[in-house]
């Protein structure tokens, strides 16, 4: 799948950022997204426990990529972009300049409830008063069906981010073809695809 993400084309400029304004993308895949922020001006950290997706990244790409070690992690560089290969909760704080946004697709739903709280803790360690966030989240009925994807509601949301983030729910949307892809897992109920922008409303780093 080539398409790069409706809801991504479709409200970050709500985040108005300069250009070279440097996004990470944690658990970041193969995603065409990477491009997009890429061909926008942004400076892209993509960040991924598989090196095959980073290659395929890498392979699509007219850009020139130089391999580097840092911080235990394999390094892809080239003048748009940053490839971190390795665990993500122990990308260096911040990895190499500060981060000005995040965008947070398919990640943060593809944690169960403990991970997911250290994967936010990691975000906002990286996090500056400035940093914004571009957030995907799922619900439905999480006893109907294990995930991944799970089950992220708001109120947890809420209580992961809302002591260091103000956020706005800028898109919901009833998938009726995943409610149908997952019915044989157990999903009967509903399936809510939701997006969301944060903003960092700490009043220090």
């Known amino acids: 799948m080539t398409e790069v993400y409706a809801p991504l ?6 985040l108005q950022l300069p250009k070279q304004a440097r996004v990470l993308v944690p658990l970041c895949g193969k995603a065409h997204d990477l491009d997009w922020l890429a061909d926008q001006g942004y400076h892209v950290i993509g960040a991924e426990a598989a090196q095959r997706p980073l290659m395929e990244v890498m392979e699509r790409s007219n850009a020139s990529f130089v391999r580097t070690e840092s911080h235990g992690f394999t390094v892809y560089r080239s003048e748009s972009m940053e490839l971190w290969h390795g665990n993500f909760l122990k990308l260096p704080i911040p990895p190499t300049a500060p981060i000005d946004a995040i965008y947070d697709k398919t990640s943060i739903v593809a944690l169960p409830p403990a991970m997911r709280e250290q994967h936010a803790r990691k ?3 990286l996090s500056q008063r400035h940093t914004q966030m571009l957030l995907q989240s799922f619900e439905y009925v999480q006893e109907e069906m294990n ?4 089950s992220v509601p708001e109120q947890e949301i809420a209580t992961l981010f809302g002591a260091d983030f103000k956020y706005t729910l800028l898109h919901e949307e009833s998938k009726i073809e995943q409610l149908e892809r ?8 509903h399936f809510l695809e939701k997006v969301y922008h944060l903003e960092a409303c700490r009043q220090s780093d």
């Open 9 to 14: 084309t479709r409200y970050w400029s709500r």
């Open 123 to 125: 975000l906002l360690s």
């Open 147 to 150: 995930g991944p994807p799970f």
């Open 182 to 189: 997952f019915r044989r897992r157990g999903l009967s109920s």
